[in-house]
């Protein structure tokens, strides 16, 4: 599924609101990705379920060092049904 251009506007202004500089080179320049990506959740046993709970998740790009942090979708204000 692809971001809408409101989406990642929506995730840039929210990033911007907390520490948007880069972990590994401080810098402050950033590409969301068009795409969300996925984290399989799995059980405390440690097994996968193909088709299981999943997070939806932007994929956020250093533009310097390429440095790719993922950030909840949800919580970024995102809903992906709409």
């Known amino acids: 599924m692809a971001l809408t251009t409101s989406q990642k506007e929506t995730i840039a202004e929210k990033l911007k609101s907390i520490n948007g500089s880069c972990p590994i080179c401080t810098h402050r320049n950033w590409t969301i ?3 969300i990506v996925t ?22 790009v250093c533009n310097n060092c390429g440095f790719v942090s993922h950030h909840a979708i949800a919580l970024l204000g995102i809903n992906i049904n709409d």
């Open 33 to 35: 990705s068009d795409e």
């Open 39 to 60: 984290a399989t959740t799995v059980s405390l046993g440690g097994s996968t379920v193909m088709g299981g709970p999943f997070m939806p998740m932007a994929q956020i």
